[in-house]
């Protein structure tokens, strides 16, 4: 009998098949909590993991953002081979390479995300982040969703295989085509645009930020295989009020999907009212999962503070104080 994900031991969830995962994320009534780790940045807290820290702090699920498929790293976490971390010891962080994500999950007891994007068409080829490689196929840190990558990323054996990115109607889901054909059965599969790319330095349309994400397109990401749409909070970005999140939650819960409100553009860094505030709006439109992004002080990680207020406001202390304390063991 499926439980919901809130009932679930660490050992219970990681055994989760992604039918049952999203039937016990859908049974939680709006008390599921993602957070952001990045690992194409450093650690928070001296020799503990961005992934470690969202765990610890009453996350549900942990996002690992910004990974590469095709060399994942982990920073705070020892390499498995010492040579590794020798370029980085006087400036004490611990790269983490040669960890798998099957290895992290064990780790910290709890399902994993990860997500690829599309290849930007607007807005954020435009914006120097400090991170785009036309190369090596990333903007912002994100690894483009290539056939190749998606085959790595999915192998790699997330709970979750996302794809997110600023792209048109059509081209959007196109790509999304190929991953859910992909990853169907092996991976629950979420579609999304959680936050803008920078748009006001943008060169092309759009420029109304509603048109990032619609309620048609989010149902139309749900009719192409998505089972989760990531979209902006309300409260998260300009034109996303009340009224409009809840006419792209509804869309996407008629089409069977569940929905998922993102907090980004550095909010991740506010107070614990606030968040508080936007994580019961959200709870009040039918948010299924809310998600906190990496931009806290740095971009590594929300803040432990506002990722626990944010988990006691929509769980309560009962349910959050468990998934603190609960040892992976079990």
């Known amino acids: 009998m499926i ?4 009932n679930y031991s660490p050992k219970e969830m990681l055994a989760l ?37 969202c765990a610890a702090f009453g996350c549900d699920i942990v996002h690992l953002n910004c990974l590469n498929p095709a060399a994942p790293i982990f920073p705070g976490l020892p390499s498995k081979d010492p040579k590794d971390d020798e370029p980085f010891r006087e400036i004490q962080v611990p790269i983490g390479k040669g960890w798998t994500v099957r290895e992290i999950r064990e780790l910290i007891g709890r399902p994993v995300s990860t997500a690829l994007i599309v290849e930007p068409e607007y807005g954020a080829h435009h914006i120097d982040t400090g991170y785009a490689n036309e190369l090596a196929r990333t903007a912002a840190g994100l690894t483009f969703a290539t056939e190749e990558n998606i085959d790595l990323m999915i192998e790699l054996g997330p709970d979750i295989v996302g794809l997110h990115g600023w792209a048109t109607r059509d081209n959007f889901l196109r790509q999304l085509d190929v991953l859910c054909k992909k990853a169907k059965g092996k991976a629950l599969i979420e579609a999304g645009i959680p936050h803008g790319p920078g748009l006001l330095y943008a060169r092309e349309v759009p420029y109304n930020l509603r048109e990032l994400i619609t309620p048609e397109f989010a149902a139309d990401m749900v009719r192409c295989g998505a089972n989760i749409v990531q979209i902006p909070a309300a409260g998260s970005l300009p034109g996303f009020t009340k009224k409009y999140v809840a006419e792209i939650i509804d869309a996407i819960h008629a089409e069977g999907g569940l929905a998922s409100t993102g907090v980004h553009n550095s909010q991740e860094g506010t107070d614990v009212g606030t968040i508080r505030r936007i994580a019961i709006d959200n709870k009040q439109l039918g948010a299924d999962i809310q998600v906190l992004g990496d931009a806290g002080l740095n971009e590594n990680m ?29």
């Not at 439980?3 to 809130?6: D, F, H, I, P, T």
């Open 3 to 6: 439980k919901r994900l809130l």
């Open 302 to 330: 929300g803040l432990p503070e506002v990722i626990q207020a944010m988990a006691i406001a929509l769980k309560g202390r009962r349910h959050t104080y468990r998934r603190l304390t609960e040892s992976v063991l079990r």
């Open 17 to 53: 098949t992604p039918d049952e995962l999203f039937l016990a994320i859908k049974m939680s009534e709006g008390r599921v909590v993602e957070a952001m780790a990045r690992s194409r940045g450093p650690n928070l807290l001296q020799y503990v993991s961005n992934v470690e820290v």
